[in-house]
Structure formats: structure tokens, C-alpha cells
């Protein structure tokens, strides 16, 4: 379970069973900024508040500091080894079989776990355009989990089972889709930071750090979901013209706007409305996404208060209290148009990470099966489609994004280990884009994703463990005896149904081909 793929079998099987190259810089850059800015900016700014209050903007810098470092170590990956699959491919290649499977399950996490919280988010800011516009209440019973008194949250069903459909048409037509969405999320975000700049009150920002640094550095690691989406460019390597060019252009220049629009944003937020958090009748600190906060914000609402960190649409909401309800509802149109995007982004990440675990063998190859039609692979986005839908009906959006960082923070911690590793082992291989400092860079992003999980609420850090625990028996009952590379199989046959299969010399001691062992 220590084998390692090398870097030139990954290579090769990627141009032997490859998906089309169609994205370009601009796509991939577009795909980034539409995987970034979402429900962490549009929604998870309340939950920040709640944990930092005004603190939280020390808490933005402190997540994309993280990010804007693990995105060095990932953009010279992934110039090296242009093919999907992002961290797992990485991991395969510098720390073993064993490594790429957790990295693999546990994207899982961040992924599809990160597309049911963001179609909660969707949820919040639909229902709350429709109330708006409307001047009616829909049902709590299909408008939210039963977290918040609810049945089911009906239209994040809804929208996560049309982004699936989208993503089985194919990846250019997504990606196209998604460059029009990403432009109507900024024009959303450019009005709000436009119109709160300029009402800025300083005395919206005391206490800065009600909860002390405590509260920042927690706010820092559930808002680190606000950042997840920017490696979600490297799983489309293998679908990008000059990727070595084009991959660190994506994931470098995403997280650079972005990071420039949650600053301006979070001080707009603050400024010009207040963010400070929600406290129980003794004074006690409540968690975000808790009843108990959910009945506190009910009794602030009854009594004409309603503080941002109780709105499940909240720079809507800020928009509103400050006289500019049109621009409201403008912000709740864009994000009911655009978070999609985000869903989309994060779908695409989770099938390309299935789709080359399929095709080294470690998940049952059906999974790895293109579309005849659509060239994408179909099986395995409507098997995410499913889980990522069902996820949403049930669960609150805060729950599901801190559940989503814990995969991702270990996803990124491997990626820092990897880029070090192989700068030893392998130094002189061609490096297209080379990190910066790697011997500074690498073990600060390696640091800091340490640090931020042991930040995470208890039961996301205890799931984690269970999660990695059902992988792995996953992985000994079936990848571990189906694995290509453990059974001597370098290769693999044609993507086309009518190709004649690819012939392959075992490893030395491997079974031969159709024997009853090689079966077994």
C-alpha cells in the first residue's frame, strides 16, 4: 500500500485515457473565481461574525494567507503533472498509494460536502428574494432541515439536481455557462461594496474581538470555506490547453481577486451595518447554526432588531436596513443567479478526483466511463449528484462548510508535504512554475493547515477520523487488490468503446492477464 505511480505512468495514462482540452486561461481563471466567491462571502459572513464579530476580517486574512500559500505548492504541481485529480494525483506520485486514497476520500469532504452547503446557501437567498418580492412567507417545512424546525429544504434539491444535469452536457458548455454567472456575481459584490464603503461608522468595529483571539482564529477556520474552490482548477488539468501555463495562472489569479473583493466586502459588512455576535440570555456565546441561536435571532426579529449574524442572506439584508432595498434584492438575484457557479465548481472537482481513482483501479471502472454523447463522465456525476442533493435537503449550511474544511485542510497538508518531497527526490525534473521559497512557503502552508483544523468545531474534527476510518476499509476490501499499479498494470486501454484494448507487460511476479490469479 506504499507503491508510488511515477510521474511519467501518471502522465502516460493520462494521454492514453484522456478527457478534451478546452479551457483556456481565462476559463480557467473564471472557473476559480465561480468555485471562490459564494456561500463563504454571500452567506458564511454571518457565521464569521458570530465567532469574531469585527474580528473576522483578521479572519479572512488569516484563511487566505493559508490559501494564498498552499496555492504556491499547488500551482507547481500541478504545471508538473497537468492531469485531474489534484491532490490525490500528487499524493500518488511522491507519498503512496495509501496517502492518495485519504487525500482521495477525503476530498470527498471538501467537494461534495462544500456543493450541499452551498446549495443551502442558494436556499437562503432564494426563499428570501421570493419573501422579499413577494411580501409572503413560504413554508418553513420545505424551505429548511429539520436543524431549523423544517422537513426538507426543497429548493437546494432543486438546484443541486440541475447543476448535475449541466455537468453531464459537458465541460465546455459548464465552463461557458459559468464565465456568465461569475461576471453577475461581481457586478452583485462590486453594488454592495460601492454603496457601504462610503457609510462606514468606526464605532461599528468596537468591541473589535468580542470573543478574543480565540473567536478570530475559529472564525479564520470556518471561513476558510470562503477561499475552497481555487484548487478545484488544478482536478481540470487534463481538460486545459497548456496547462503548465495556464493551471498557475487560474489558481494564482482567482485567489488574488478574490481575496481583494472579501476584504472590501467584510469592511462594508462591518462598517456600515455592525457584526457583532449573538449572545444567549446568561451572556453565553451561542454556536452558529444551533436552535439555540435560531431562537435568540427569533425573539431579536419579534423585537425589530435583527443583527447580521441572524440573516441567512446577509449582504442582502445589509442592503436593506440601509435604505437601498432594490440593490437588496438585486444582491439576492445575483446570488440566487450565480452561487450555482460554486455548485457547479465543486460537482466538477468531486468526478474528476472519482474519475482517476476509477482509472487507476482503485474504485470499480464503470466510474471512469465517458459519455459517447457528451464526453463527460456521466455514472460518476450523477452517483455525486445524488449524495450532494441529499446532503443539502438535510443539513445547515455552517455544519456542512466546517464538515467541508476538514477534507480540504488535509487535502492541502499533503500537497505541502508532496512539493517538498519531491523538490528532494526528484530535483531535477522540469518545473514549468517553480514555488517561490519552497522551504519557507511549504512548511507554513503545511503549519497553518494544522493549526486552523484543530480550530474547527469538535464534531467536524471528530468526523474526520470516522470519515478516513471508512475509507480505508473501502479501500483494503477493494482498491487495494484492484489496484493497476499493484497488479503491474502501467497502462490502460483507450477512452473509445471500439478500441482494441491496450496490450501491457505485468511486473514481474504479477499474475498474467485473465488468468484465474489475475481474477482472484
Not at 462548510?401 to 530535483?427: C, E, H, Y
Request: glycine share 10%; aromatic share 10%; hydrophobic share 55%.
Amino acid at each position: 500500500m506504499w507503491r508510488v505511480k511515477s510521474l511519467d505512468a501518471i502522465l502516460a495514462t493520462a494521454e492514453k485515457k484522456s478527457l478534451h482540452r478546452s479551457l483556456g486561461a481565462f476559463q480557467l481563471t473564471m472557473l476559480g473565481i465561480g468555485g471562490i466567491i459564494g456561500t463563504g462571502i454571500f452567506v458564511l459572513t454571518a457565521e464569521a461574525a458570530q465567532k469574531a464579530g469585527p474580528g473576522m476580517m483578521v479572519s479572512f486574512i488569516i484563511a487566505g494567507f493559508v490559501c494564498a500559500v498552499a496555492a504556491l505548492c499547488y500551482a507547481e504541481l500541478a504545471s508538473m503533472v497537468p492531469v485531474s485529480g489534484s491532490a490525490y494525483t500528487y499524493s500518488y506520485a511522491v507519498l503512496g498509494e495509501f496517502f492518495a486514497w485519504l487525500v482521495g476520500w477525503a476530498l470527498i469532504l471538501e467537494y461534495a460536502v462544500a456543493a450541499s452547503a452551498v446549495a443551502v446557501g442558494w436556499s437562503g437567498y432564494m426563499v428570501g428574494l421570493i419573501e422579499a418580492s413577494l411580501h409572503t412567507e413560504l413554508p418553513l417545512a420545505f424551505t429548511a432541515g429539520p436543524y431549523a424546525g423544517g422537513i426538507v429544504n426543497l429548493p437546494a434539491i432543486v438546484i443541486s439536481l440541475a447543476v448535475t444535469g449541466l455537468l453531464i452536457l459537458g465541460t465546455k458548455e459548464s465552463a461557458t455557462v459559468n464565465s456568465v454567472l461569475v461576471i453577475v456575481k461581481v457586478a452583485a459584490l462590486a453594488a454592495f461594496i460601492w454603496l457601504a464603503l462610503p457609510v462606514i461608522n468606526d464605532d461599528n468595529f468596537k468591541p473589535f474581538a468580542p470573543l478574543g483571539s480565540t473567536g478570530v482564529v475559529a472564525a479564520a477556520a470556518s471561513i476558510f470555506f470562503a477561499y475552497v474552490g481555487f484548487d478545484a482548477v488544478s482536478t481540470a488539468a487534463e481538460e486545459t490547453k497548456n496547462p503548465q501555463r495556464n493551471i498557475p495562472i487560474g489558481l494564482i489569479g482567482s485567489l488574488i481577486i478574490c481575496t481583494i473583493f472579501y476584504m472590501l466586502v467584510a469592511a462594508g459588512a462591518i462598517g456600515a451595518y455592525g457584526a457583532q455576535p449573538v449572545f444567549g440570555p446568561g451572556g453565553e456565546a451561542l454556536a452558529p447554526g444551533s436552535v439555540m441561536l435560531a431562537e435568540q435571532c427569533s425573539s431579536l426579529a419579534g423585537a425589530g432588531k435583527m443583527p447580521l449574524v441572524c440573516s441567512k442572506e446577509a449582504l442582502a439584508h445589509v442592503m436593506r436596513e440601509l435604505g437601498h432595498p432594490m440593490v437588496g434584492k438585486f444582491i439576492g438575484l445575483a446570488a440566487g443567479i450565480a452561487l450555482p457557479s460554486v455548485i457547479l465548481m465543486m460537482i466538477y472537482g468531486q468526478t474528476r478526483i472519482f474519475f482517476v481513482m476509477s482509472r487507476d483501479g482503485l474504485l470499480p471502472p464503470a466510474l471512469s466511463k465517458v459519455h459517447p454523447k457528451f464526453k463527460t463522465p456521466h455514472i460518476v456525476t450523477m452517483i455525486t449528484g445524488v449524495g450532494v442533493t441529499f446532503a443539502a435537503a438535510f443539513l445547515p449550511v455552517g455544519k456542512l462548510a466546517d464538515i467541508s474544511n476538514s477534507g480540504t485542510l488535509f487535502a492541502f497538508l499533503m500537497v505541502s508535504i508532496a512539493v517538498m518531497m519531491l523538490r528532494v527526490k526528484q530535483p531535477d525534473r522540469a518545473r514549468p512554475f517553480r514555488t517561490p521559497l519552497v522551504w519557507v512557503i511549504a512548511p507554513v502552508a503545511a503549519a497553518g493547515t494544522v493549526v486552523l483544523f484543530f480550530f474547527l468545531p469538535h464534531d467536524a474534527k471528530l468526523l474526520f477520523p470516522v470519515w478516513s476510518a471508512i475509507g480505508l476499509v473501502l479501500y483494503f476490501a477493494y482498491g487495494y487488490r484492484k489496484s493497476y499499479v499493484g497488479r503491474g498494470i502501467t497502462d490502460v486501454p483507450e477512452l473509445a468503446e471500439d478500441a482494441p484494448p491496450t496490450a501491457v507487460a505485468p511486473m514481474p511476479g504479477a499474475p498474467a492477464p485473465g488468468s484465474k490469479e489475475e481474477r482472484d
